[in-house]
């Protein structure tokens, strides 16, 4: 090996690194949180997918003679790479003491953060794409946000933030010029109210760009490090020299690919050779035949580049171009394509390479070296052998890609099908080169295909077939069939149906295109759906103008603590700093359904550095089960494993490193049992928890069915949801080692459940256990009751061994062991009129509850109560059954049981509505409950604002005119469709069960005036904690600004229910009233003795007198009770409705489709705060968007999850929310006996997506009109881009062989 040479040079925040012997594996993202404390760049998924870690990267570009920025995943990056470049992170463009930037103070401005975790890496992707250009355009701020994953706001309000720097913007923000409305452009700032823009354009970073770096040495560089070494050549020369000598090295280019080996310790030692910055590598030149590409370029680069060649090449010529730039355009992100190198794209050979394709059809050459020489080779099948292969032998290297310019006469064009529009692989990408003759026969048919065979591959046969004959539909039909028969030989039967049906979508894509230019007969254009700019309107009831202004219920007030997240210093679980003496714990997971354990061997691991302990079951000083309805969960498996990602015993180590490469050294022995995973084995098997749905008294629908009109009978499924929080879950348990207290910090959404459960296993009384927490990033149900996973191992470890013990799981991990929302199938039976009036329903839900009950019998519950939607049926009986599988244990997520059930009921009346053949929408309207109808368990409704909301969103989202639009659209085009629909809500808030329904809360008023107020709700974006000081500030008549909410935790609060189910301000508001009136009642004297005194001299009055300054309160919110044996009571406290109206547009051909407009109208009562419910209404809907269309989560036979991160499962991105989206919330309608009159808002939004999948379901049925199909069938979800195209009886063309 080489010895050490040079030294790593580069600049963070404009401070110096010089680093003598850097770690070649370690990543800028580790470097930057653990060596240098910087916090703010956050790890979400490590993967390279979700961009929370965007910083920003800035070089001398010698070519050029200017510094450039580029944002790049630090997750992705390693910290060897950065000889001669400066980094940005969140920490240096502002901080609460010395103000925020420009982004900053907009983001805040426009409520574009909750949780906040997301909200560094938008700062960073904003930032750089200002540096990059001034004044972008909207559509290069999507473009840019494409690679930043929001889960909770929805997106729409930080586009708006951000599009105040894009050209087309009035100054403010979409809420200008809209009437009767408050413009939150004026809205109040607090939390020290430092963060305006400072003037200072600390934003420029070209300016602040270290002069060092122009002139830094290009000498070889050599870093070794353990097992590592980190070479960099800077001569292709030097670098095949190196790779001579050291035979098992391995070429680092961008590192994006190679990087992930190292995260998996797939690759465990050896040489890395880093060819990046060899000049000779990074070259583009062009002449009058073609253009060669350096394989050193970034994707970016090589992007820029055509851009700048195309635009000086005579038409025609530039087709191939074009179509290289549509791939790179949808290739992976900009904070990768900024990153990763065309050779390193090229050299992995992965089948979804997106550019990759272009080049085989372009008949692109590979300029390839060795020590023996130079050679040129085409990439043609023969250069693509199998995915991670090319036929470049070990001792080669890829130095350039050389593509020739096309003649005028020849045509090529580039198509991709992902899950996902905007950062995705593809499911299907195509690359299609043609010639033709005078006589407009075929030279040439080059068909490429990518994500479909072992790797990129040119079908030969159909190349050879089209030779000679005319571009017409018969010659499209032959190739269709043979595309059809080529993959499926190819592909050994593997490649399926969708996969055939789009790939010759794409050819009729192509074929119209090439029509079209040669103006043959010019049709409907196909080439898919058009993007236009997301835009917003928000309309809300501003306060009355009689109230006073420091009064600041109802008003828009951002988030506290938002100026401390945007800036990065806002401290997550893994922000914390380490102690001293801090261990590590590591899980080892069953890799098995279910199993039973022969052995254990852990010799290897515990004789591997660092390791400082083993836990199993043995190990559990308590229980060692737990759950909340039945204690029947383990923490640590017993001789048998029941499902994937079990866990059966755990590593403590010194560090993260050494307890994971220990935990891999842990040999387990299995013997396979038979395993259930799907709803439909566990029916099968009669697999069933004892926990059926409890009965509702509302008549016998078998007795109804021979009396009505019409009975039909059908399935629904709706399929799982990952949570997907952006922080990752954990904890950092700290024994105190004093009468064996421990503190345990953890994200959990239910600090209760951890302390009663932490006890339990334990075996120590609650009153020694405190549970804390700051705040969380996203919880959405998941972090409620599976928290013993996330806290369990590291208390064992802290309480056994007396030192603090960390574990943070990372995103694989909660993949593989957290469980998500619940599978549901559903059979109904539906008896109506011929007018379509309901008549009798019945409905049985099988729920996958995984391994162990969780809480799946009261999402059970939760589904029966809210089956009946917004509709009035008179006789109803829903019964339900909880499976039991060797998955993981599923849990709540928002709206649990009531999203799935609304979703059975909506399906049931467009069965009714296609069944009798009347819109939907009348259909809807005939059943729709009114002010006093009776629900199925007999509840009456009161101040029901069903009908309003409906109404006033007919009438705002002009739906008549809008549907004959629609309709007039699908009879001009045969592949694009679109549909438009309405559906009404109505979701119970409030448990069913009476003790549940109660909030706690502390307030202490201090000598100086200010207040801390604690209660029981957990902050994790909702906003609850601004609005709790909203509650308090005016029930004690003091600024906002003087109150304070620390922390949640169970010494302040104790005994507190869970922060779920939309009641967390309804009840914790209750509770903080309840402790106000009580300090009030006391000051109350000391306000009259004094009547010019100020609040602190009242305080002050009352302390001199001993009157306590610190009250405690109880809230107590509703009166229901359900009373499970008899079936009779009253579920829910209050309604919250509201109604949706969307419109969506679908290609037929591939199954993508795109959002175009969604209307929402919604009762939330008098809202505390209107732009935070804005804020739920957005997100909630996005995130039941995701649901109903692309969050797909399958599991194999196996009991494998075949997704494991925002790369194989797909969250919505800024790209899919609906291009225009409007939400107002009804005016004047207060809720009587809740705080301040306002209702519940986290949940009832998702279920309003429902009507993206009605929507969809319309756009579906206009194709299978035009097939001569029935209306009616049943549609499940989720509607991927597959199962939408599966739906759609596109006959594809067939030809006949002359014969
Ligand atoms: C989150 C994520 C999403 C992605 N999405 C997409 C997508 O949508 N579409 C798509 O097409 N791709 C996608 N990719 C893949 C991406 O294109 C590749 O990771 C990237 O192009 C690899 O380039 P690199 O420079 O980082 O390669 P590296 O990691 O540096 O190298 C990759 C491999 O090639 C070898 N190698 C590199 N250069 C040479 C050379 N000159 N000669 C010989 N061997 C060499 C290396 O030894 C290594 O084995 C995605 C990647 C990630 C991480
Ligand atoms: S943490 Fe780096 S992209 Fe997700
Ligand atoms: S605010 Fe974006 S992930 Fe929570």
């Not at 920490?91 to 426009?110: D, F, K, M, V």
């Not at 049906?501 to 794409?506: K, T």
């Not at 697999?687 to 629904?716: A, R, T, W």
């Amino acid at each position: 090996m080489e010895k050490t040479r040079g030294t790593l040079v580069f600049y963070v925040n404009q401070r110096k690194i010089v680093e003598n012997r850097p770690d070649p594996t370690t990543t800028l993202l580790q470097y930057l949180r653990r060596n240098l404390k910087l916090t703010g760049t956050k790890n979400a998924c490590n993967q390279g997918g979700c961009g929370s870690c965007t910083v920003m990267l800035s070089w001398w570009e010698k070519a050029e003679q200017k510094i450039k920025h580029a944002n790049v995943n630090a997750c992705l990056m390693l910290v060897c790479h950065l000889h001669g470049y400066a980094i940005t992170t969140v920490e240096g463009l502002g901080s609460t003491r010395q103000g925020l930037s420009r982004i900053q103070a907009s983001l805040i401005e426009s409520f574009g953060l909750q949780c906040g975790f997301c909200s560094p890496g938008m700062v960073m992707t904003m930032h750089t794409l200002l540096q990059q250009n001034i004044q972008p355009s909207p559509e290069a701020l999507e473009m840019a946000l494409e690679g930043n994953l929001c889960r909770c706001t929805g997106y729409r309000p930080i586009v708006d933030a951000f599009q105040k720097f894009c050209k087309k913007d009035c100054g403010k923000s979409s809420y200008c010029g809209v009437g009767d409305i408050e413009d939150l452009c004026h809205c109040t700032i607090i939390d020290g109210g430092k963060h305006e823009n400072t003037g200072e354009d600390k934003s420029n970073d070209t300016l602040r760009f270290p002069k060092e770096l122009k002139n830094l040495d290009t000498e070889t560089l050599v870093f070794q490090n353990n097992d590592w070494c980190w070479l960099r050549p800077v001569t292709i020369k030097e670098a095949l020299s190196l790779m001579d000598k050291e035979p098992n090295s391995h070429i680092v280019m961008g590192g994006t690919h190679l990087v992930e080996k190292l995260k998996s310790r797939t690759i465990t030692k050896g040489t890395l050779i880093s060819c990046k910055n060899i000049q000779e590598m990074t070259i583009f030149e062009r002449n009058e035949y073609g253009i060669e590409m350096g394989a050193g370029l970034t994707l970016s680069s090589v992007a820029e580049r055509l851009q700048a060649c195309y635009l000086s090449l005579d038409n025609g010529q530039g087709h191939v171009v074009t179509a290289m730039l549509e791939s790179l355009r949808w290739l992976a992100c900009q904070q990768i394509r900024n990153h990763a190198t065309l050779g390193g794209h090229v050299m992995i050979s992965d089948p979804r390479c997106d550019l990759c394709v272009v080049l085989m059809a372009a008949r692109a050459r590979a300029v390839v070296i060795s020590k023996y020489g130079r050679r040129e080779v085409e990439m043609d099948n023969n250069f693509f052998v199998s995915n991670g292969k090319t036929s470049l032998a070990p001792i080669e290297m890829l130095v350039s890609v050389k593509v020739s310019f096309y003649p005028k006469d020849t045509y090529i064009s580039y198509y991709k099908q992902a899950s996902r529009k905007g950062f995705d692989y593809a499911l299907l990408n195509g690359c299609f080169s043609a010639s033709l003759d005078s006589r407009g026969a075929f030279r040439s048919l080059d068909l490429c295909f990518g994500s479909v065979l072992k790797t990129t591959t040119k079908l030969a046969k159909c190349s050879t077939l089209a030779n000679g004959m005319y571009l017409d539909d018969n010659t499209l039909g032959l190739v269709c069939d043979e595309i059809k028969r080529e993959l499926y030989t190819e592909s050994n039967g593997m490649a399926s149906t969708y996969k055939q049906h789009v790939a010759c979508g794409f050819l009729i894509k192509f074929w119209r295109e090439i029509q079209n230019k040669l103006n043959h007969n010019k049709k409907e254009d196909i080439n898919g759906l058009v993007w236009k700019p997301c835009e917003g309107q928000q309309l809300f009831q501003a306060p009355s103008p009689g109230q006073p202004s420091q009064d600041v219920v109802g008003r828009c007030i951002p988030l506290v603590g938002a100026p401390a997240i945007v800036t990065g210093q806002a401290r997550f679980l893994d922000d914390m700093p380490r102690f001293e003496d801090e261990l590590y714990v590591q899980p080892v997971f069953s890799t098995r359904a279910h199993a039973q354990i022969l052995s254990i061997d852990k010799s290897l691991a515990i004789a591997s550095p660092g390791v400082v302990d083993f836990l199993d079951a043995s190990s559990v000083p308590g229980e060692n089960k737990w759950g909340l309805i039945l204690q029947d969960e383990p923490l640590f498996a017993e001789n048998e494993v029941f499902c994937v990602g079990q866990v059966i015993c755990a590593i403590v180590a010194s560090s993260e490193q050494y307890a994971k490469t220990a935990a891999d050294l842990v040999k387990i022995m299995y013997l396979d049992l038979p395993c259930i995973i799907t709803n439909e084995d566990a029916v099968a098997a009669g697999s069933f928890f004892d926990y059926s749905s409890h009965p509702i008294d509302c008549g016998d629908p078998d007795k109804h069915f021979p009396y009505c009109d019409i009975v039909k009978e059908g399935q629904v499924r709706s399929g799982y949801q990952e949570h997907f929080y952006l922080e990752p879950s954990g904890a950092v348990v700290v024994p105190k080692n004093e009468s064996g207290e421990i503190e345990i910090f953890t994200t959990s959404q239910a600090p209760t459940f951890c302390q009663t459960s932490a006890s339990r296993i334990l075996g120590i009384p609650r009153n020694r256990i405190v549970v804390r927490q700051k705040r969380l990033g996203g919880g959405f149900g998941g972090r409620e009751y599976r928290t013993p996973l996330m806290f369990g191992f590291a208390a064992i470890a802290a309480h056994r061994l007396g030192k603090p013990v960390r574990m943070i799981m990372d995103r694989t991990t909660d993949f593989k062991t957290t469980g998500k929302r619940h599978p549901f199938l559903s059979k109904y039976k539906v008896g109506f009129r011929c007018d379509g009036k309901l008549e009798a329903v019945s409905i049985h839900f099988y729920i996958n509850a995984g391994y162990t009950l969780d809480v799946s019998a009261t999402i059970l519950d939760n589904a029966c109560f809210s089956v009946d939607a917004a509709y009035k049926t008179p006789v109803f009986s829903v019964y339900g059954h909880v499976c039991k599988t060797n998955t993981p244990s599923n849990t709540s997520m928002r709206a649990f049981g009531a999203a799935e059930a609304v979703f059975v009921m909506e399906a049931i009346l467009c069965t009714v509505a296609d069944t009798v053949k009347l819109d939907q929408e009348y259909v809807r309207q005939l059943n729709m409950y009114k002010e006093g109808s009776i629900t199925h368990y007999k509840r009456e409704l009161e101040n029901c604002m069903l009908q309003r909301c409906w109404r006033d969103c007919m009438t705002q989202s002009k739906f008549e005119e809008r549907k004959k639009a629609v309709t007039l659209y699908n009879s001009q085009n045969k592949f694009m469709k679109k549909g438009i629909a309405v559906m009404p809500l109505k979701f119970g808030v409030g448990y069913p069960v009476r003790h549940l329904n109660q909030g706690a809360a502390l307030v202490n008023i201090y000598l100086d005036g200010s207040i801390t107020i604690a209660h029981g709700g957990v902050e994790m974006g909702q906003g609850l904690h601004t609005k709790m000081i909203q509650v308090a500030s005016r029930a004690l008549g003091v600024p906002m600004e003087n109150i304070h909410v620390s922390e949640t935790g169970t010494n302040t609060c104790p005994n507190t229910t869970s922060t779920a189910a939309s009641v967390s301000s309804d009840l914790n508001g209750a509770a903080i009233l309840d402790a106000c009136n009580k300090i009030m009642d006391r000051l109350r004297p000391y306000k009259q003795k004094i009547p010019k005194g100020q609040w602190k001299d009242w305080v002050n009055a009352a302390y001199m007198d001993r009157v306590g300054l610190s009250a405690t309160g109880i809230g107590r919110s509703g009166n229901q009770h359900w009373d499970f044996e008899k079936g009779v009571g009253n579920p829910s406290h209050y309604y919250t409705y509201g109604t949706a109206c969307t419109e969506v547009e679908i290609d037929c051909l591939t199954g993508e489709h795109q959002v175009l407009d969604t209307e929402i109208v919604i009762d939330i009562g008098n809202s505390l705060n209107p732009s935070i419910d804005v804020g739920q209404i957005e997100g909630g809907f996005v995130q039941g968007y995701g649901w109903v269309t692309m969050e797909e989560l399958k599991f194999s036979s196996k009991g494998e999850t075949l997704a494991y991160g925002p790369v194989d499962y797909k969250l919505p991105g800024v790209r899919n929310i609906p291009r225009r989206m409007k939400v107002s919330i009804l005016k004047d309608c207060p809720n009587m006996g809740t705080v301040y009159s306002s209702k519940g808002v986290g949940e009832p939004p998702l279920l309003l997506a429902i009507s993206v999948y009605l929507a969809l379901r319309k756009a579906i049925q206009a194709c299978r009109a035009d097939a001569g199909l029935s209306a009616n069938f049943d549609l499940d979800i989720p509607l991927t881009a597959e199962n939408i195209r599966m739906a759609c009886p596109v006959k594809l063309p067939t030809g006949k062989a002359a014969s």
